[in-house]
């Protein structure tokens, strides 16, 4: 009976796994290929996808169902896929669907005015829509907390990284904050000492950058059979594991962006074509949080491809494609070029030393939005304080302040810290990854990715959800999230000092 | 009440209509992009969103909805947007689910031998299985006959062309029959009076019949803001009416095939485009029928784009674009090349004159076979005497007799009349257009289809499925149809007279 109860679970949730891989398909093509004129048709159609799937998710058969699918004699996998079940079930009853629908207004809305206060540096402009999306954001935190038992800032990260606790990453993050200054300040001394890099000369043509990135797309594991690479306005991985796609954009004045951008992606399709084949479609089979999926794409692009064993591996291929810059492309100037440290205002465009400092930020702002503690009216002030004391950095214009970034404005609390859990975790794998297989640099070197990705399939990409990202962690790497490792890289690679 | 169980329906509708549109979309990334692996997870997105609609369609509240719904104060569009859910209804419950099943299976099981034994020309390897296919066509049919209170074979042709009837449809195919022969005759010893055109030199560059092709779908009236033009290996128009989706190949040794196919695709998208945009998503905005849909694309290929007046404005056009075949491109000559009269195996390479008997040699034949007065044993024989009786050509090998047609294989029966019903209404249809606005055919000569499209907006598109398609033929050329145009169209064309 029970037994039978999570056999018709799995036929459900398989029901709503296909409706949201045809929604990922159709998120695809809206950004990939499709015609402006389609957005309302396609915006229709996403809508109706996801009341269906929704719907499906808050029957009170699924609720019926979940309770009669108690203590069955399911296996391990099977018993995660029902946890996760019930994840996604408290997560979406959690909100009425009247609620809901106001939230979704309220973040439209927002987001709307936000695209021109932006440019304005108009916080003003902004600040009521936000204070409705925050108001809305946080009704719904505490509703979401009471049901998970978790605090209301934790339940809204639960929904991106699962399992995300405040009391492990407060004291990671307030380490970094008292790491960075004097670090800071030794790496930018050691960097100005060795002179500028050489700059190559371009322009480097779109088409040749995409056969480039196609070609070390393949180099790391990329399956083409399995996937394609397009352009967008706006850099991402989607599609479905079995049909991954991922985009970017290119710009023919620089030749690394479109490049790592592309390597970025590759680290996160190959995460997803990696979950496991069996459960695909079930919520056991999907990928674990967003800490984890950044930590593939940070392993892929911070920890293997800006490495110096990879530059050496680059630097034939990038001099044959694009003549006449063997100065600049030479791999210890193309590691320089990789790995500059330049303290900024722009998350997006931050380095790997600086980006925790910007998240750290945010993640101590979102709280203390959350929490009350702090206000929209002290929100930019306190925005360019945080900024003065983590990076030293005088923000002049809340256009480089707090309007930045379009999470807040469409709603997103919880996410930000994701971002940086993913450097850290990226760090201790991929550590981890050579203690196990010490010939992993060496092979990078040679542009052999198989090696790392064998291990990466095993200790991360086939466990999918079956368990939490702590468990994947601690399982490949003989302890939880260590932050130690993420600063001894950075000192390796910054200062040449381990 | 009874208009509030329509205002639900309407909504139950959007619904399914949402999940339709989401499948074509599938459907056209599957053929034009996808990379091959992606057809395991694509099958199953296509079955599941399939399944969904299905049981909101047949669902016990639907047939309620249905019949609460009955002898409302509804507008005309809103009554005839219930006729067409009944119908839908109606169809989709007249078959189990097990047996739609075990037809699916079956199909799948005979198209797969068809495919190696088309080429092989072995009728007797894949007959068991189009036995077991016929079989259920068969029981499917009387089914839907019962329901529908039509006779079998029209219950089948119902399904692709609502309102097609064997006792308007049969005489007008046996005149056809009884016209073509000698008529064929007089257009062979006229083409050959005039000796052979002269062939331009190839090749003809993928990439430019690409833009020419967007160029003239520009002309024809396509708008790039509400579709695409792509590759697939079997040209197809897909996606929405708000988003089409159209297909051609390329072959470089030949410049007119990819861009009559581009045009013809051109013709199927105005239709689309052209529905009414009020009905989005609900059965009465949706296309007629695929005889009234095989109108409009043979429309503007065959009467507007093979037109000497058409041809008048290609040639200096392709002149430009493929330079040094100014003899080839002359208007008379091209319009010779775009005309050439060739009695032939194949259905797919048939020109307009012959085309006619590939379809009612089908259409004789598959009735003979759903009325059980034709043995598949005796098939392949039937099928060679019908070519020699209507074209006079001996078949000496089934690959290129009654295997070459995937349709039976995969389990449609019903379809093959929609072809020439469509051209026939096409040549009506001009007719009345070129009556309405004669001016028509001068500003085609001038590229201008303008006054064209504007006529086929009001008088076919824009009425979505308002009415049947005998209703809109009637309305907009003030008579059913009548074969007499098409022959005199024919006669017009091929012999130079009236």
Known sequence: MSSNAYQVLEQRFARMGALNEAAGM?????????????HGARAEQLAILNVIAHEMLTAPETADLLENAQGAGLDSWQ???????????????ALSPAFVEAMTRARAACEKVWRTARPAGDFKAVQGKLQAVLDLAREAAAAKAEKLGLSPYEALMDEYEPGARVAEITPIFDAYAAFLPEFLGRVLEHQKAKGAPVLPQGPFPIATQKALGEKLMGIIGFDFNHGRLDT???????????????????????????????IHETGHALYERGLPADWRRQPVGQARGMALHESQSLLIEMQAARSVDFCRFLSPLLQETYPGNAAAFHPENLFRLYTQVNPGFIRVNADEVTYPAHVILRYRLEQALIS???SLDDLPGAWNDGMKQLLGLTVANDREGCLQD?????????????????????AQL???????EPGIPAAIGRGDFKPLLAWLRQNVHGLGSSLTTAEIVTRATGRPLDADLFRRHLTQRYLGTA
């Open 26 to 38: 159709l998120h695809w093509d809206m950004a990939a290929v499709m015609p402006e004129g389609g």
């Open 79 to 93: 018993a995660a896929n029902l946890n996760e079940m019930r994840r996604l079930y408290v997560h979406a009853t």
């Open 232 to 262: 967008s306005a706006h850099p991402f991985c989607g599609g479905t594991p079995d049909d991954v796609r991922i985009t970017t954009r290119y710009d023919e004045s620089s030749f690394a962006d479109a490049l790592m951008g592309v």
């Open 372 to 374: 009350g503690d702090l």
């Open 406 to 426: 379009i999470h807040w404005f469409e709603g997103l609390f919880g996410y930000f810290p994701c971002y940086s859990l993913g450097a850290m975790n990226a």
């Open 430 to 436: 991929f550590a981890a990854a050579i203690a196990a």
